[in-house]
């Protein structure tokens, strides 16, 4: 069974940066994509950063030119990083996969919030 862990979350100043990581254990399948979402209180849950296996990406406007996502076949890991962060940037946020049969998987959720 496939689980997602996520680590890097905490707090920073506006302007600061942050880097989130995330391992996928449980399995040696394939993943087609892997990425971030993220939920902020009282908002649905909306999708941050995802990469496809061949490296294309997909970023939410609010982010691009200031979030970058990577990631790691061979570890299966992802990894999302953050700069110039914003208070609007306060959320939790989920690690996701996407297995080929297609299956989705997420993590339990990292907080980042952002604040002076």
């Known amino acids: 069974q496939v689980q997602l862990g996520e680590s890097g979350g905490g707090w920073v100043q506006p302007g600061g940066s942050l880097r989130l990581s995330c391992a996928a254990s449980g399995s040696t399948r394939s993943f087609y994509a892997m990425g971030w979402y993220r939920q902020a209180p009282g908002e649905q849950r909306e999708s941050v950063a995802i990469?496809?296996?061949?490296?294309?990406?997909n970023y939410t406007n609010s982010v691009r030119g200031r979030f970058t996502v990577s990631r790691d076949n061979a570890k299966n890991e992802v990894y999302l990083q953050m700069n110039s962060l914003k208070d609007e940037d306060t959320a939790v946020y989920y690690c996701?996969?996407?297995?080929?049969?297609?299956?989705?998987?997420w993590g339990q959720g990292t907080q980042v919030t952002v604040s002076s």
């Open positions: 996701y996969a996407k297995t080929y049969d297609p299956k989705d998987y």
């Open positions: 990469m496809n296996r061949r490296g294309s990406t």
